[in-house]
Structure formats: C-alpha cells, structure tokens
C-alpha cells in the first residue's frame, strides 16, 4: 500500500472559517480527495434596468484545494497588521466610493486596504470567470434568470471534464439573492452528482472577498471602456488608464 501525503485534514473542512488557517499534513493509505472550492459572489439585481446599474455580474473563484494557500493567508494578515489596519471584512466597492464604514477613511488608507487585498488576489492560486448580462437589453422579467442560466450552464458544459476530474466539488454563495441561489443549485445539481452547497459569512472566508473584488474589477472594467466610471472611482484610481495599467491588465491574468 502506498502512503500519500496530502494537504488537508483527515475529518471534514476544518474550522468554521473554512481552514483558512495554517493546514496540516495528514498520511492516507489512499489516494487524495481532489476537491474544488468555488465561491461566488454577484453585482447588480433583478429589478429593473436602471441607468446607474446598467449590468449583473456572477464571478466565479476557483480553489484546488490540493494547492496549499496558507502562506498567503498569513502573509495577507501580516500586511494588513504591519500597515496598522484591522483584519476585517473588506466591501471592495464600497471602499473605492468611500461609502457605509468607511466614510471617516482617507483615500491614503483605503488604498493601502485595496492594494493589500488586491496584492493577495493577484498572487494566490486561484482562477475566475464572470459571466456578464447588460440589462438594457432584457425585455421581460425573465430575461435575466434566462441568460444567466444559459451562460452558467454553457461554461461549465464547455469545460465540464475539468470540473468532473474532482471527486468533490464544494460551492460556496452567502445565499444573499434567492433568484441567483436557484439557479446555482440547479445548474450544478444538473451536471454534477459531486456537488455540495455551503452559505458563507463573507467575514470567514477570504477567498470570499477574493470573488467581491475580483467581480467589482469586472465592473470597474465594463465601466472603464463605456467611460461610465464615477467620480469617486476615477479619484481612487486617477484615471481610466492607471486603473487599466495598474490593477485590470494584472488581475485579467487570473480568469479561469
């Protein structure tokens, strides 16, 4: 019998933050579980088209979990600890507008809070895929439940024999649109009999923040070429062209 040495643990996912803690190394006499972690985050509703949220985005980040991320969870904490700022949630959108909690934060502060969380996302093995729906072009209710399904369903299909070479595939969503939740657990539930469903505390998981910013640079990009980017936006970035050299081009090079 050979023995196998995996990154893991020898009983279920670890602490409730989804082991985004230091892992350790367990013996098996078997062949590793190959797992795939997806976390999903989304931008934009179902309501009706308005001009100011003309798009709806559905960002997927996938995580082999055979690929051992703690040493950039760690140095994530530690970045964030030296530059003096508190190891939180961080609302990537709500940051660059200078919006809810971080009202009283100079731009010099959430800049250091953007580029630490953005130099964790660009240097973690980790992939993403957008899917994207320009809502002006929706005629009735159900146009957008109907594109999303189509271009969920057509991605994975398109790749559908990388997602079936893991024996278990885990998908984690916070559960904060019921309209996005069926259609994730029917999408999924359809082509894949390994697939498992987790709610999230966005606090909990930092590859959960990963999808948050991943999908509002998405956004920032649609924006970008439209030249629809708010003021508070170009203030953040300076402008469409240091958004686009500085942080698009480099985090482009995730997608899955």
């Given at each position: ?59 997927l ?7 051992d ?103 984690y ?84």
């Amino acid at each position: 019998m050979t023995t196998v040495i995996c990154w893991g643990w020898p009983q279920g996912p670890g602490p409730t933050n989804g082991g985004e803690v230091p892992r350790h190394f367990f013996m098996s006499g078997r062949d590793c579980v190959k797992e795939l972690s997806i976390f999903i985050d989304e931008s934009g509703d179902f309501g009706e088209y308005e001009f100011h949220s003309p798009f709806y985005l559905l960002t997927l980040v996938f995580h082999d979990q055979s690929l051992d991320i703690s040493p950039n969870l760690l140095r994530l904490r530690d970045s964030m600890a030296q530059r003096g700022l508190p190891d939180y949630t961080v609302h990537a959108g709500s940051l660059i507008r200078r919006e809810d909690e971080y009202k009283e934060f100079s731009i010099e502060e959430r800049k250091k809070i953007f580029d630490t969380l953005f130099h964790f996302v660009r240097t973690t093995d980790i992939t993403y895929r957008s899917i994207i729906v320009e809502k002006k072009h929706l005629v009735e209710d159900i146009d957008l439940v109907v594109k999303l399904t189509k271009q969920l369903s057509e991605f994975l299909r398109d790749n559908f024999f990388a997602f079936s070479s893991y024996d278990r595939i885990v998908v984690y969503y916070d559960y904060g649109q019921r309209e996005l939740t069926h259609i994730l657990v029917s999408i999924f539930s359809t082509l894949f009999n390994n697939v498992e469903f987790k709610k999230v505390a966005p606090a909990n998981y930092k590859l959960f923040q990963a999808a948050d910013m991943l999908c509002t640079m998405e956004l920032l990009t649609l924006k970008a070429e439209r030249k629809m980017l708010s003021k508070s936006e170009l203030t953040f970035f300076t402008s469409a062209r240091d958004l686009y050299k500085s942080y698009i081009r480099a985090i482009h090079k995730k997608q899955f």
